[in-house]
Every structure is written in structure tokens, then in C-alpha cells.
RNA sequence: GCGCGAGUGGUGGAACUGGUAGACACGCAGGUCUUAGGAACCUGUGCCGUAAGGUGUGGGGGUUCGAAUCCCCCCUCGCGCACCA
């Protein structure tokens, strides 16, 4: 191993400790001076793994962004912290048989550590850990909020229960009816829980989206999840029973006419009433069945449709023809309510059931330019078209018709027009112990009591001999903690013992970061309006319906109440891509995990860091490969190599002047300051690290191994000056080292980003391409300032372009000035 | 099924509003220096062809003087949603 080669380790830590000591990084969110940057990526998941190539993929490159900002003269705040609460620590506790806080507490500052070696500009002062009852005071004081302002409410209800993480999950965390955690079914059960009312902003949130530059894919996403429909909801009174009436959500008010039966879902709590003595049995039979199938197997489509008559009838109201209810799982409890009318020749879902089950299929609508016929269909048909058969309403356009039929209905008062949503409230509440105790207290006389501000932090108790769950909350067999007094009227009561979902701690971090010195007040209001909203955010694709709409829930909240200045969070939104191995996600259970550790080792956390940049594109993700490496690594030598050689004690940061340099390297230069700048801009950071590449290149070309081309070596410092501080995001440590070996002063992250000279950027001479027919035959180097029929005049001199015109006539010439020149000849 | 995203050398990947396809790297080949080199430096490297030349961005068609880029059809892969009435 030569002995020039950088030293990175030593270096390395050698600044890591410099940075530490003068407390480099300390941002004074009080500074009111300057224009300010907020760019925060997610915080991380300390579960008992260490960090992995993807935080390094996360965190550093955004670190490079932040760092250039911060040259760029603007205020930046990058924060840490820790997501600490949840399943992953609780199960890895449980697993290893060790308290869920000592965990965490372990990892954290494993974790920490980790951090610090990527060389990040954290501002340690302002970490956030949201098992720390300094932080969870205010995720209860949050709930207290939303309890007070009737946005989190108890309610009796469905909910997704895993029976192997014996807990209740939202439906963000289930996919495909398995939990996302351990891949096993969740079922149904019935169960009072905790919700925030997210339904009540569903407008709100679907509003907020048009003001913010995110990838369209994730709004796309989030218009979804929340699935507007506008529509119609009618009222069918039932026959022969006047008191009940079964109402039913559309989006088709327009087929009214040609309902042929209504069916209900088996949860829906009409059911029982409408069930007659005789089908008693049966439907009975039949919900029970059905709330014991898994929810996957109950949404697939291919599935057969299954279902029974409940015996009774109801009642069209626009034009009283009687009509059976059944009821059959394709209808969702949870979506509308619960009930739908069925018309089979103009919905897909309706047209097999009636099949099935030999219901009539009336055709109501048909198509604009043909007739069909109901004994030709062999699907339902679903598009627009002109209505028929529906009383006065025949003839009209079934677009037209929904209104129409909705008003009809208004007037009779049988139904009125409707907006549903798909998006459904937020269960909170976790049957677990690792978690934000819930701050609520069940008085019998009273019923339900927030605890009083001032005694927050409901703490969560550390003594606790069982935290395995086991289908009630562990903290239930607490006993002395669950026993307290009503803080209304003295009586006995007891506290809420389940914790809060971590989607609701991560909710309001982004806010709690610039009010963490502050334990009096959740958030301080000054510094948000200064920094708010966050610049840009970074995070994986997969929080697209999770976390990306409870933080714009949360803040639009807070926002109402006065607790934020801002309404939406986040302006500025990017997704990292995922960095593959082999092709295929990394994984345990694959055994294909890439761990940094060696590499570090060998090469340096510098060079590691910019591998990782220069693999792809940040928001593309890509293949981990072990051999690239070397290219970044040779790279960096190549740049440390010019600085031992030029080392000296001038300051490097003079300025450049054109004479002092071949025209090559000073045009070189400069268009690498200038690329280097707006491939950081948007975060194309590949690109701006082959820009310094090309430079260094040009450089050694130049001033070849070791030689200096006769050129005062204070001249060259100063021009290695600007490649220093343009590659300082990049190798963070390096690039110290580098800065002061060159004469500079101590910290090169807080020196001005490089200006270029734009004069410097164009070439005198321009190589021009001729092509005959669009075909590339030629180059010619020519004056850059040539005009277009001098140009001309070239291409058709060129002899190599003669030879191809031979013979033929010419039709065309395009020439683009400063480029080339195109010969059209048949 | 619906909605996104992607498909470019042996490999990772470049290419701005249509204008030299393959920047920059890895790998490979040759050379220089060396006792040696898995170091460093230089040169070459899409494919076919000795060459002239031809050909080339998943496939097919189109628009254009000119298409990786724009339009239409199709194929493959990845992600998301999926009985939401």
C-alpha cells in the first residue's frame, strides 16, 4: 500500500472530534437573520440492528444537499432524532428478554454513534426521542387537544386484530389482510377504541394537496386513500314495518329505476330486525361464517359471490316496486352504510350476484349510439348513457340524471346528495406496553376524564414484570397504576391502559424539534414561523398513506387551533429510492444484507458516502455493487495526492484569475462550480460527483503525476481551493483535512460556496457536426461565434460530406448556430 | 383489473426545452515506471467488420431535416390500489 494514500480513519475521527469539541454544528434557532431552510429526513426506527447501507443512502446525500445549502449562505436546520416507541423494539425485548427501555436506550446510542461517522451537520441539541417522557408529555398533551376539540373520541367498532401481535392495527398496516409486520392474518373483532376523527379533514386534505410540490405519484396516492365519491344516499323504507328504514350509499342515483334488491352487509346492525322467523337460521348461520373468513379471502375478487334472504322487503320510493333484501359479505360494514342497492345490469358486482342467485336484471341505461339487450350481456354495462325505463326520467342523459333523481328524492324526502369517503378514522389505541400511555381516566360517574394537564406525563411504569402482550393491554394488570382517583369528582376510577399507535408520536416531531429545550410549551411559535414549513422532506414511498397524511392531519390541526403557523408541513417532498442487492430488496431473510462496516473500514466514511451518492439516482434508488467502490476511492486519492503535492500555508480561497491557467482547465473549473451547484440544487448527485471527476481529470492531465507545469503553486492552491469547496458536501471529513493542508482556515462547511465566472463558461471554439441526412459524417472545429452561413459554408466544403452528396441533389440545409449542421440531399 | 415508474454497452449509470447516444465510473485489453505489484500514470474499449462501411437506446408503427427523448399499439419488470357501491 503506497504511503500517500489518504488516511481516512485517523483523519476521519480526527475532525469527528474537532466538530464535537467547538459544538460545529450548533444552530441558533433564534437567528432571525437570513433566509432559512428546514430540510429534515425521517427520523429513524432504532430496532436492535445497527445502521444499514439504506440510512446511509438516507441520510447522508441529504447531508450533502444541507451542507451545500449552508455554503450557499442560508440558515439550515437539520435535526435527529428517534421514532423509539412500537412493535419493532417491544418484539426484539421480548425476544432477547430484556425491558423495552434498556433496549431502546441501548440502541440509541449505538445508533447515535453510527450517525455521527456519516458526518452529518446533526445539531445533537435539538434531538427528539419519542420514549422519553420529556417527549411523550406533549404527544398526550396532543391528545388532549383532540379530545377537547371532539377530533379523538371513543368509539364501539370494527377493528383489524392480529392475533399474533395480539393488538389492534390500523388499516395503513395491513396489507392484503396480512399485518405488515409478520405477514399473518388480522381478523375482525368488535372493540371500544380511541380514533381520531381524520374523516372530518378528508376535504381538508384533499384541498391542501394541490398546494404542495410532491411526487405526483404520492398524490395520487393520498386522493385515493381518501377516495372521494360524490353520490347519493336513499332511504328504502321496509314492508310492513314503518319504523325502520334501510339507507344505502351510490354513486349511481341515476339506475335507481333499476334496483332489483338491496343487500346489507352481515355486520350491519339492521340485520337482525329485518331477518324473518323462517330465514332466521340460515342468515344467522351465514354472518357467522362470514365474520370467521379471513379479510383476505373476503375482498378477493375472483371469489365466488355468496349470500341470503333475510325474508323481508323494501320499498323503491320513486316508484314503490317491492323488492327482497339479502345480505351478502361483497358489502363492506365499514364503507357508506353498509348497505347498497343492488342493480345488477349496471354494476359488475350486482350483475354476478344476480346470476347466482337468479334476481331480475332490469337495463335502465343504455348506450348513447346502439341497443342492447339484457339476454345479450354477458357483463354489466357501467358507462354513461341514456336512461330507460325509469319513469319520467326516460330519455335523459344518465350523467344529467343523477342530480335529477337526487333532487326527486329531496322532494319526497327519501335520500339527498351525498360525499363519501374511503378514507376511515384512525384507531389509536395499541393493546401493548411499549407505547404513549393513553392520558385518559374511566370514572364510573363521571365517564371518561382526560388526566389534568399539569400531572403530564402520565408516565409509562417501568416496573412491570410481564410486557408481553397477551390480548389486553399489559398495563391492565398493573393494578396500583390502574386504580387512581377521578380528577372531577375524587371517586375511584382507573386509567386508560392502553398506548397510543407510534404513527401519532411521529405526528407533530417536526414541530417538537424546535421547541426541544423547551419543557413549558409544546412548540414555540416564533421559531416556527421562522423555519416553517420544512424545505424538504425526505422519506421512503412506502409512508405515502401512513405517516405522509397523519403529519398533514396533525399540523392541519394544530394549525386550526392555533399551534402552527403553517397548515401544510411540507412543501417540498422527495422519496429516496431503495438501494437493491443482486436486484432484489435487502433482507435477513434472504441473506443478501450489505454491511457498510467493512467498507468503512477500508475506504472511509467519506468515500463510502460518496459511492453511495454516485451509485444512481437519489430518488431512483439502485443496485449495490462492491466493486464501484474503487472508482470514488481511486478518486478521492487522486484529489489527496494534489494536495500533498501543493500544500502550503496561502490562503486558498483567493481569486482566480484566467491568465494564470490553460483556457481548458479555468472553462473546467468554472462549469463544474456551476453543474456541481445545480446538480445539488436537485439532488442529482451522481452527476455533480462525475463533474469533479472531469475536473480532477483535466487536472492531471495538466499537471500530469507529479509535476506543476511551471505554475506558482499558490496559484494552484488557490484553484484546488474551489475543488475543495466544492466537493466539502460530499466528503465532509476529507475535505477539512484537505482545506487546512491548503492554508485555510477551519471549517471548510463554513466557507462560501464557490462563485464561477460566466464568461469563463463558453468556449472560443465549438466542434461542429455535420450530418448528411441526419447522419453524422463530419467534425469540424470552428470559431464559436461563426454565423449560420459560414457554417453553411463549412459543412458543404467538408470533403468527407461531399463524397456523400455525390450525385445527388441537395434539398435542405439546418444548421443550429454553435452545433450543427444538417444536409437534407436525395 | 385500475394507477404510477422503469426497460440504454460485459456492469453501475449519463444525455438540458427533440440536435455528436453511451458522460463519469467499474471491468477488460495494451503500454510506461518498477525487484515486484492487487499501487500509480497513459492509451483503447457499444455491436458486426481486417477495412471502407453498416448497425445500435425492450418490440412494431408514426410525426420530424433530425427521436433514447414527442404520438399510437404491444411485450417485460418493479411499486401502489384493488368487491369502496
Redesign the pocket.
Known sequence: ??EDRYPSNQIESYWRQQWDKDNAFRVDLDDDEGEHKYVLVMFSYPSAAKLHIGHWWNYGPIDTHARYLRMKGYKVFEPMGFDSFGLPAENFAIKVGTHPRTVTEESISYIREQLKQIGAMYDWNWEVVTSHPNYYKWTQWLFQQLFKHGIAVQKDGLVNWSPTLQTVLANEQI??GMDERTGNPVIQKKMTQWYFRITEYAEKLLGGLKEIDWP??TI??QE??I?R?E?ASIEFKVKGDEETKVEV????PDTLFGVSYLTL?PENELLERLTSIRQGPEVREYCERAMRISEVD????T?E?TGVFTGSYAINPVNDEVIPIWVS????AS??T?A??AVPAH?Q?DYEFALKFKLPIKLVIRPIDQLIDVEDMTEAFTEPGIMRESGDFSGIMSEAGKKAVTDRLESLNAGKHTV?Y?LRDWSVSRQRYWGCPIPMIHCEKCGVVPVPEDQLPVELPHEIKDFRPKGTSPLGALEDWVNTVCPNCGGPAKRDTDTMDTFVCSSFYHLRYLAADRDDVPFDMERMKRWLPISLYVGG??H??GHLIYIRFITRFLHEIGWSPVAEPVTRLVHQGIITKDGM?MSKSKGNVVNPDAFIERYGSDVFRMYMM????YR?G??W?D??I???D??V??VWRLVLRFTGKAAPNSDLNAKDYPEIIFRTLNNTVKAVGEDLDNL?F??A??RM??LV?EL??WL??DGDAGVDHEVIRALLGVLIRTMAPFAPHFCEEAWERLGGKPYVFKQEWPSYDETALVANTI?L?V?V????RD?IEAPADTSREDLEKMALASK?VQ?YMEGKTLR?V?V?PG??V?I?VS
Open positions: 500500500m503506497s396489507i392484503n405526483e405519484s395520487k396516492r385515493n386513500w377516495g365519491s353520490g350509499f351510490t354513486t349511481r352487509a373476503r375482498s378477493s375478487t371469489r359471490k359479505d361483497y358489502v363492506l364503507y357508506g353498509g347498497v342497492m354494476d358486482r363519501t374511503r414511498p412506502e405515502g398513506t430488496r454516485f451509485t444512481g439516482d431512483m439502485g443496485d455493487s466493486e464501484g474503487t472508482g470514488i481511486r478518486f486519492n487522486r442529482s451522481n452527476t460527483i462525475s471527476m472531469e481529470n492531471y492531465k500530469g503525476d466542434t457536426v450530418q441526412n441526419g447522419k453524422l467534425r468527407r463524397g435542405k439546418v443550429v452545433k450543427l444538417n437534407v
